[in-house]
């Protein structure tokens, strides 16, 4: 089974008057970028070839992403409900790395923060970019966009499995905290583990 790290974008948000606050109904997805370590290969599925993308979906045991609790997951089941109904990302092992330290630290976080702080690399755009990005037709500058998420998180994931902890800036002070990530918590994923 597969391990995937996904990240989705959309063309519109809850801000814009057709949609309104968590309807997640009303969002729709522009692309949505994947990388599959079984096959050591990344992937950017438009909202037209989500039924390609829901294949490697229903082939994965284990899913990686930065908030898809929170955002990614609730958009998707909406597709996912009418491309291939048996499948619930839900019932997935999950590893929601601003989950596990929104919960260890109290403080929410930026994928481009994080990054820059355990990789030394920031995003390149802002997450309200991509909804300009598609609705100037720049969608391979978007997919770029969206497969760098991915493989800033997919850097990240493996980076805290090989060191088995990550850091932290501190929201107020700026501070750099060591964030310890168990052993059994790499292994069991999301299922009841917690951050230490």
Same mark, same amino acid.
């Given at each position: 089974?597969?391990?995937?790290?996904?990240?989705? #974008?959309?063309?519109?948000?809850?801000?814009?008057?057709?949609?309104?606050?968590? @309807?997640?109904?009303?969002?729709?997805?522009?692309?949505?970028?994947? =990388?599959? =370590?079984? !096959?050591?290969? &990344?992937?950017?599925?438009?909202?037209?070839?989500?039924?390609?993308?829901? %294949?490697?979906?229903?082939?994965?045991?284990?899913?990686?992403?930065?908030?898809? +609790?929170? &955002?990614?997951?609730?958009?998707?089941? +909406?597709?996912?409900?009418?491309?291939?109904?048996?499948?619930?990302?839900?019932? %997935?092992?999950?590893?929601?790395?601003?989950?596990?330290?929104?919960?260890?630290?109290? !403080?929410?976080?930026?994928?481009?923060?994080?990054?820059?702080? +355990?990789?030394?690399?920031?995003?390149?755009?802002?997450?309200?970019?991509?909804?300009?990005?598609?609705? +100037?037709?720049?969608?391979?500058?978007?997919?770029? =966009?969206?497969? %760098?998420?991915?493989?800033? $998180?997919?850097?990240?994931?493996?980076?805290?499995?090989?060191?088995?902890?990550?850091?932290?800036?501190?929201? #107020?002070?700026? #501070?750099?905290?060591?964030?310890?990530?168990?052993?059994?918590?790499?292994?069991? @994923?999301?299922? $009841?583990?917690?951050?230490?």
């Amino acid at each position: 089974m597969d391990t995937l790290v996904f990240d989705i #974008e959309t063309s519109n948000f809850f801000t814009d008057p057709e949609v309104g606050w968590n @309807n997640f109904g009303a969002l729709k997805i522009s692309v949505i970028g994947m =990388y599959s =370590y079984l !096959q050591d290969k &990344y992937f950017c599925f438009e909202e037209s070839e989500l039924a390609e993308a829901a %294949k490697l979906f229903e082939k994965a045991r284990e899913l990686v992403g930065f908030s898809m +609790n929170h &955002y990614d997951i609730p958009v998707l089941e +909406n597709y996912l409900a009418r491309i291939s109904p048996g499948l619930d990302l839900w019932k %997935k092992e999950r590893f929601d790395i601003a989950s596990k330290l929104t919960a260890a630290t109290g !403080q929410r976080i930026s994928l481009s923060r994080l990054a820059e702080a +355990n990789l030394g690399e920031k995003k390149d755009h802002h997450g309200s970019e991509a909804i300009a990005l598609f609705k +100037n037709g720049k969608i391979e500058e978007l997919k770029r =966009y969206c497969l %760098k998420d991915v493989r800033l $998180t997919k850097e990240l994931f493996d980076l805290m499995k090989r060191q088995n902890f990550l850091h932290f800036p501190d929201r #107020e002070s700026g #501070e750099l905290i060591k964030i310890d990530f168990g052993v059994e918590e790499l292994e069991t @994923n999301a299922r $009841t583990a917690t951050l230490f």
